[in-house]
């Protein structure tokens, strides 16, 4: 799911770019169908068509961009690299060299739909994949130059070989199939439109789709809806049946959509979901260009796409029974109704507004109650972590005050020079750095931190809080030169209270909480990381789990959830902060046995569960099991569990 949403994410960065165009070739398409040819159809067609009909190249770039570890012009150009070499090596010209034909019409026509989405995101994942893998390569010194990210373009290219290898054997088989498909769905009546239409959309994330429409809307099966629509030569009340569907679900379905959407994303990111999704919403109701809202949560919530595609399913069934049919030049959006609105084979064309309405109603509803229901990642509900990457679509905007604990914290590490690899878990900074001498300990406890550990070798862990990873950001926007430390600032102060020692010993104030694991409490001082151990990040206990769930052990607000579902900081009714942290180093897990069942800033009960694990996993993985309940806030605080 992590790789989901982080692939959704990277394909925001195309299509963001993609509602603008929409609009654009619409514009110039209603121009053109009312006037004719003219300079400003032509100029505005060719304005938005430059982007929507380069729309999988767009993918290639932005996927590669996105999926690299961390955003870089090199990874971007290894995706170009990949497009180029692979839709190169299968376009009909070159196809026809290979396999000995003399006229390039002869070639199957499969390698006509190469250049589509799911090619552009192959060659994404590659140009990522060898970015991340071989930008460190470091070559003889007589091959130096094309050492390092120089290596990454070379290295794509070879991959991309042996993938258009395969693509050439494999690809023609997969477009076959889908138009015999499409042949043998025709036979079914209104029960086939439906089936159409539910591929339809299931075929868009990779591409096919343009396979399975060319049965229906052009002269592959005899059908040719499409065309024979526009030129009025058609059967009355049979053409357009192919099309009709589209409409209700374009124009209101999907704004319904987008308004759900908009509506459960976090407080914090709704100026992200609302430019996003209005101007998808736009796209799709005015031209009936879908992938703007479609590509913004099929990879981040592929059910709720999987629910899309029944939907259209439905429509185009329930447009097939009943006495509507229309037709469109462009896509089913408004510009295309208005235009097809007189066509002497258009059908009652006034239903499909008020069809309109019910899947507005129908789509907006059913979306809000499963995005909240099952916590779906839809734009503006992405974990923190996904979206704490270096990309325009980063909400975390790091203020000031961390850029000023970033700064000072690299200082005192012995400068960004000094620090190799740069990672967070719940509470803490964990770091290589090359030369451990340079790490000053007193200035890292005046600049923030609330202790430092060196576990050996080169490694450097820095406490702060749960706030860490604002810090983490901000330290690698400084090293990576996206922004300067403030001069003159003081820093912002850890969550963590500093000091040593065992501090329930010595409280004053107790906290009476319900147990949130199941299994034995035991004191801090038994768990084997002296962060916990020694009290340095707070007061509490611990528990050796026999349960798998954590639950609320009071009324609060989730202060924090994390990239690796292993901790959930809880802020109480009384101000009192707690971090649950399951296991000890089970960060380096990523993940994996762990699921956490809230969000920050959820309001939660005593009980409610908080997070899920796999108690045989963390084992298995050698990390101890051990859970610390700590008090972040409050250094003389004692917790009995009841």
């Not at 799911?1 to 692939?7: E, G, P």
């Not at 065309?227 to 030569?233: A, H, I, K, P, Y």
């Not at 809202?293 to 259209?312: D, I």
């Not at 001069?487 to 500093?498: C, R, V």
Request: aromatic residues 10%; hydrophobic residues 50%; negative net charge.
């Amino acid at each position: 799911m992590k790789f989901l949403q982080r692939l959704g994410r990277s394909i925001m960065l195309p299509v963001a770019v993609l509602p603008v165009a929409a609009i654009l070739s619409g514009i110039g398409y209603w121009i053109k169908s009312a006037a004719g040819d003219n300079l400003v159809s032509t100029f505005l067609s060719a304005a938005g068509g430059s982007l929507l009909d380069n729309m999988a190249l767009l993918f290639a770039v932005g996927i590669a961009l996105g999926m690299a570890s961390k955003s870089d012009g090199t990874s971007a150009l290894a995706g170009l690299v990949s497009w180029l070499v692979i839709t190169t090596l299968l376009k009909p010209e070159t196809v026809a060299l290979f396999t000995g034909i003399d006229d390039v019409n002869e070639v199957d026509p499969a390698f006509l739909r190469v250049q589509n989405v799911f090619v552009g995101i192959i060659c994404g994942l590659i140009g990522a994949w060898c970015y991340d893998r071989f930008k460190d390569t470091k070559l003889p010194d007589a091959l130096s130059f094309f050492s390092g990210k120089r290596s990454v373009a070379i290295v794509t290219a070879g991959f991309s070989l042996v993938v258009a290898i395969v693509l050439f054997f494999l690809w023609p088989f997969v477009y076959g199939g889908l138009v015999g498909f499409g042949e043998w769905i025709v036979t079914l009546g209104p029960i086939g439109t439906g089936i159409y239409g539910f591929l339809n959309r299931l075929l868009i994330p990779v591409g096919l789709h343009h396979a399975l429409n060319s049965v229906f809307w052009f002269d592959v099966a005899g059908i040719n809806d499409l065309n024979n629509f526009l030129d009025g030569t058609g059967t009355y009340g049979v053409t357009g049946q192919y099309m009709t569907g589209f409409f209700p679900v374009m124009m209101f379905g999907l704004p319904g959509a987008a308004l759900a959407m908009y509506l459960t994303a976090k407080t914090t990111r709704k100026k992200l979901a609302y430019g996003i999704l209005l101007s998808g919403a736009i796209s799709s109701f005015f031209v009936g260009v879908t992938e703007p809202l479609e590509f913004a949560f099929m990879f981040l919530a592929p059910v709720l796409y999987l629910v899309h595609a029944v939907f259209m399913g439905i429509s185009m069934a329930i447009s097939a029974i009943l006495p509507v049919r229309m037709g469109f030049g462009f896509s089913g959006g408004f510009i295309d109704l208005v235009l097809g609105w007189m066509n002497p084979l258009a059908q009652n064309p006034w239903l499909i507004p008020v069809m309109g309405v019910f899947w507005f109603g129908i789509y907006f509803v059913v979306f809000y109650f499963i995005i909240k229901r099952f916590n779906l990642k839809t734009p503006g509900r992405e974990d923190d972590d996904i979206l704490a990457d270096d990309t325009e679509y980063d909400t975390h905007a790091t203020d000031d005050k961390y850029l000023v604990t970033g700064g000072r914290f690299i200082e005192a590490l012995g400068g960004k020079d000094n620090i190799l690899e740069l990672e967070n878990c719940a509470t803490r900074l964990r770091m290589e750095i090359d030369d451990v001498s340079k790490v000053d300990d007193t200035a890292l406890r005046r600049a923030g931190a609330a202790g430092t550990m060196k576990p050996g070798g080169k490694s450097v862990q820095v406490v702060y809080g749960t706030n860490v990873q604002f810090v983490k950001d901000a330290m690698e926007a400084i090293m990576t030169g996206r922004a300067e430390a403030p001069t003159g600032a003081a820093p912002e102060p850890s969550t963590a209270p500093a000091g040593t020692g065992v501090l329930t010993e010595a409280a004053t104030t107790t906290i009476t909480l319900r147990q949130p694991l199941q299994g034995r409490v035991v004191p801090l001082a038994e768990v084997p990381d002296p962060t916990f151990g020694q009290g340095i990040m707070g007061p509490g206990l611990a528990i050796e789990p026999t349960g798998d769930t954590v639950v609320a052990p009071a009324d609060g607000t989730i202060g924090g959830t994390f990239d690796s579902s292993h901790a959930v900081a809880l802020v109480l009714s009384d101000g009192t902060e707690l971090l649950i942290h399951v296991g000890i180093d089970t960060v380096e897990m990523k993940g994996d046995g762990f699921q956490t069942l809230v969000e920050k800033g959820q309001k939660v009960t005593a009980g409610t569960p908080l997070l899920r694990f796999d108690l045989a996993k963390i084992r298995a993985a050698g990390h101890p099991a051990v859970t610390p309940v700590i008090v972040l806030n409050n250094e003389n605080a004692r917790i009995d569990f009841t």
